[in-house]
T-cell receptor, first 112, second 112 residues
């Protein structure tokens, strides 16, 4: 699976959009970009994933650049409950490699 | 409600004792996983199961055992052979092997 690079920490004001970047310059054509988050002392929560096209669900939007070397997770209206560590993971689906590899992630602090 | 449950949330064990952590899912997922998370660290795969009555070792299986007798259940036993069992244990499931994984709330095991 391709390596990812994320900022160590970010702050965001409550009610504003939180934009979390991820660099994955060595991504292969069949690798998906996944985002999870982990609130302190809880299990990781799946947020969204995509291959090439931008994706949106009830939690967030995922913007993937045309060359697929980077992506941005957007939380449109951040709340205090969005304070968590956010992980960007690149992996191939439906292959022999079944474990998720979580890096160090971005610690997002939403400020009141 | 569909989801993954883990019990108990907190577990204390004396050194030298075996202990079993429960993981149940009602999502009708074929694949299930056990991960271990140490403070400030990423997740490491202990065991995974693609289908009932089948399971494979992950990266750190020594000192652990599992069973998969029912589709919805994947209990993990931490044996006395596990040298550093104190950790946060996470169970996950996915519709099929390699597809999106969803996590339970976790069990925090402390060895006294």
């Amino acid at each position: 699976d391709a390596k990812t690079t994320q900022p160590t920490s970010m702050d965001c004001a409550e009610g504003r959009a939180a934009n979390l970047p991820c660099n994955h310059s060595t991504i292969s054509g069949n690798e998906y970009v996944y985002w999870y988050r982990q609130i302190h002392s809880q299990g990781p929560q799946y947020i969204i994933h995509g291959l090439k096209n931008n994706e949106t669900n009830e939690m967030a939007s995922l913007i993937i650049t045309e060359d697929r070397k980077s992506s941005t997770l957007i939380l449109p209206h951040a709340t205090l409950r969005d304070t968590a560590v956010y992980y960007c993971i690149v992996r191939v689906s439906d292959t022999g490699r079944r474990a998720l590899t979580f890096g160090s992630g971005t610690r997002l602090q939403v400020q009141p | 409600d569909g989801g993954i449950t883990q019990s108990p949330k907190y577990l204390f064990r004396k050194e030298g004792q075996n202990v079993t952590l429960s993981c149940e899912q009602n999502l009708n997922h074929d694949a299930m996983y056990w991960y271990r998370q140490d403070p400030g660290q990423g997740l490491r795969l202990i065991y995974y199961s693609q289908i009932v009555n089948d399971f494979q070792k992950g990266d750190i299986a020594e000192g652990y055992s599992v069973s998969r007798e029912k589709k919805e259940s994947f209990p993990l036993t931490v044996t006395s052979a596990q040298k550093n069992p104190t950790a946060f244990y996470l169970c996950a499931s996915s519709p099929s092997s390699g597809s999106t994984q969803y996590f339970g709330p976790g069990t925090r095991l402390t060895v006294l």
